[in-house]
Every structure is written in structure tokens, then in C-alpha cells.
């Protein structure tokens, strides 16, 4: 409440300080200098303008708590709800423009209208004299002092209310103040509030002196066809002098602030190799500095924890690989595999990153199976194949566990999926043709040609061009045809084309099942097969 009570004194003096030096400092000065007036006539327009500011004062007192009104209930509230503190919050940023409009709406109207009333009624009744040309210039110049007005409280306003945002920032749940932002989202823009400012700064005193000298040469019977003529190249002057200045000014100021948010939108889509040129030579030039700087800082650091990521999957590679000597390298050689296909394929710097991350950990699931099961080198039974056949779903669980969470997500089908086959009879989900994540297609090629050509303790690797025979063999069956038929290609294609080398019955009791093996088979390349 010591804020809140704070921020109404501030705007409070700012109004009053404000009313006052525009309604009576400029305006009874260019009365008072300006007309010639009668005896008991400065009483009667003393009691006019001060019954004109009452009735101002009722009618923009109503509205200025109709504006505060969400701000006042908040801190009313001894238990603040979340509603109410985002309405008091979004309504603190938009008493500034309120207090514009609220000047220019029933402060100015609240008393031009009856100020107005009050001078015909007294005209009438022989009070006061006052020609209704002067009664038109008196309204004109009433305008115009409100729009000085208007911008005065306008940047009064802005600055009153910054502690008071803070502090209703400080209120109710603090994992819903990230929504306490505006967003980027801009209620005045720069170029706009310069523009008009400087405008009505350096128009209005122009104004001002042609309309009080016009005044005051029409109260003194003196004829104004030479004056006008001469002010009226003043005025088209002054005016086209203050417009231009005022558009210079909102360019100057909107031109690094657009180049700044547009690298900035280039920063928030991950492009960390921007840079703003430093083309200014006022306080804009330390802020382009700034962001550079910034940038080539969150630049470094993403290299930094990409390195450190990198090397993490690696090294979870590595640990895996190393509980089998048989298998060391087996995830790098597979990593290195599945990149070859996707370049081919052509696909995204950001889709071969997640192919080779995915890759390094598609067996991390291998790390929850019995080194008894693991290691052994004949065939497997039933059940022991079950528990191999698991390492994929472990693989998944063991990658959820990482936090946050959301940087594993797009690992997670791979691992899944990589013994999936493209016929449908593969494992754990049993799906079928593209239904199989890209990544787990991908590196179910790569993986199944490292564990054909790579020894182990039960059997040698077979021959380069005995391993692509199989796979071609496999196509639209085991493998996806598109991905196995590139990574053919890429290894330098079958040494016999068409002719493809069947593996026998003790063969698909090693790391395949395609080929010689019995159709339904549930072995898969890189794992042994139950026993018959």
C-alpha cells in the first residue's frame, strides 16, 4: 500500500502542477495581456474559469477512478488471485496513454464545455463582452494547451508508474510472472510518440503568440488584414519547420531500434551469428556494442555446450561399448553410418545432429541387461531374448529420466525404433513401413551392417560385400528400401548385382534373420537369435 499510496500522490502533484502552469499560468496570462477588458469584468471570467474548473474536476475525477480501478481492488485485496494482479498489470501500462486520453477527453472538454455555456449566458446578459471571434480563438488556444498538457502527463505518467509495476510484480504465484510482460507487444511506438511530442512542442508556442497578438489587436480596434498576412507565412513556416523536425527525429530514433529488433528476432530463432553494424555515433552505439557483444557471448556458449553435449553422448556411447569388448566402437562406427545416410538423403544440419546423437545412444538401453545375457556367447534362450529385445524400451525410460527433459524428446523414437522392420515384424511396437520414426530407419540399417561386419566371440564378420548383399536382399522387407539402397550406394554398390549370397541355417543363429533365415524370424542384426 506505501507504493500504491506513493504513485497516487505523484500523479496527483503532476496534475495539479500541470492544470495549473496550462489553465491559469499560459491561459490567464494570454487573457490578462491579451484583452482589454472593462471594470467587474476580470471578476466575471475569474468566476467562469473557476466554475469551468470544477466542473472539469468532477467529471475527470470520476474518470481518473474508473482508470485506476483494477490497480485500487488489487491492492484492496488481502488475497491476491492471479486474474486480478495480470488486469492491474496490463491496466498499470496503459495509464500513460489514459492520461493522455483523459486530458484531452473531460479534463479539456470538462472545461471548454461549460466555460463556453458560462461566457454566452453572461454575454446575454450584458456581463461581459467578449465577440465570438475571440470565443473561437479562446477554444482553439484551449486545445492547444491541453495537447501541451497531454504530453506532459503522457512522460509524468511514464515514470510514476515503474515502482508500482515492479511491486505488482512481486504479488501472488511467482511461476506465473513470466505472463506479467507486454511480450514485445509495443502500445505506443517510438517514432509516433517523438513525432507528435516534438510537434506539439514546437508548433504550439507559435500558436499560441499569433492567436493572444490577434486577440489583442482585435481588442484594441486595430485592423489584423496586414497581420494575418505577415503570421500566416509565420505560422505555414514554423508548422512545416516543427513537422519536418519531428519526422527527422522519429526516423533517427526508429532506425536502430527496427535494425536491433530485427536481429533480435534472428538471435530468438537460434542464429547466433548475427551482428548489428555500428553506425552510431550517439548512445545507440553502446547499445549495438551491448548486443554484440551479448550475442557473440551466447554465441561461444552455445559452441561451448554443444562441444560439452557432444562429447556426453560420446562418452555414454563409450561407456556402453565398453562393457563388451567385442562391441567397442560399435556406436560411433554406427553414428558415423547413419550420418552418411542422411547426407545423401540430404537432410537438415538440425535433423543430421539429432541422427547422430540418436545413433551414439540407440543401444543406451543394453546398460540394464544382465552381463550374463549381454556377454554370452552361444545362442540365447527364449527368455534371455526377451530381456535383450527390451533394451529399446529401457533405452527410451533411461533417456526420460534426463532433465529437462524436452532435450531428450527428439532422441527418444530412435531409440524406440531402431529394430523396428519395415514388414512390421520387428520389435517392441511392431510397426510398419513409415510408420517407423525416420531416425529409427535410418539406424536400422546403419546398425544392422556394423553388426554384420563386425566380429564377436560366436562367428567373424562377414565381408563388406556380403553385408550389402543382405541388405539389398532385405529392402521392403527388414529394411526401408529407399534408406538401404543409399547406403549401398554410398559403400560402392553390390559387387555382383542381382546375385545375393543367402545366409545359411547356423548364420541366422548370428546377428540376422534375413536372407536363408525362416520367414517370421525374431532375430535382428546385431542381436544373437533364441535357440531353435
Known sequence: MPTYRFFIYQLLRNYIAGSALAVVGVGGAIIGMSLELHPGQPTVILLILLLSVCCMLVVEGITFRRHLEPIHRLFQMTER????????????????????????????????LPAVALTLTSRQLGWIEIPNGQLAIAVFASILIASLHAVIEYFLTAQAIRPLLMTIKSYGDPL?????????????????????????????????????????????????????AWSGLVLIVSLGFASYAAWLLGRNVKQPIEELYGMMKLVRKGNLSVTVPDLYSDEFSRLVDGFNHMVHGLGERERMNEQLLQSYFSTLAAALDARDPYTAGHSQRVAAYALMIGRVEGLAISELDVLNKTALLHDIGK?????????????????????????TVMGENILRQIE???????????????????????YPDGLAGEEIPLMGRIIAVADAYDAMTSDRPYRKGMPAARALAILDEGCGTQWDPKYARTFIRA???????????????????SDTAVGGAEPGADAAPGERSKSS
Open 404 to 426: 529437462p527433459q524436452e532435450a531428450m524428446a527428439a532422441f527418444l523414437p530412435g531409440v524406440r525404433s531402431h529394430h523396428e522392420r519395415y514388414d512390421g515384424k520387428g
Open 176 to 228: 506465473a510472472h513470466s505472463e506479467l510482460s507486454l511480450k514485445g507487444k509495443v502500445l505506443v511506438a517510438i517514432p509516433f510518440k517523438f513525432q507528435l511530442s516534438i510537434f506539439v512542442i514546437g508548433a504550439l508556442p507559435v500558436l499560441l503568440f499569433v492567436l493572444s497578438t490577434q486577440v489583442r489587436l482585435t481588442a484594441k480596434g486595430d485592423s489584423s488584414t496586414g497581420y494575418w
Open 81 to 112: 488471485d492471479n486474474a486480478t494482479i495480470r488486469k492491474a498489470y496490463f491496466r498499470t501500462h496503459r495509464l500513460p496513454g489514459l492520461a493522455v486520453r483523459r486530458t484531452l477527453g473531460p479534463h479539456m472538454l470538462g472545461f471548454v
Open 367 to 391: 546398460i540394464g541387461v544382465r552381463d550374463n545375457v549381454l556377454l554370452k556367447e552361444g545362442k540365447l534362450t527364449d527368455e534371455e531374448f526377451d530381456q535383450i529385445k527390451l533394451h
Open 491 to 509: 559403400m560402392g554398390g553390390l559387387e555382383h548385382p542381382g546375385q545375393v549370397t543367402l545366409l545359411t541355417k547356423r548364420d541366422s543363429g
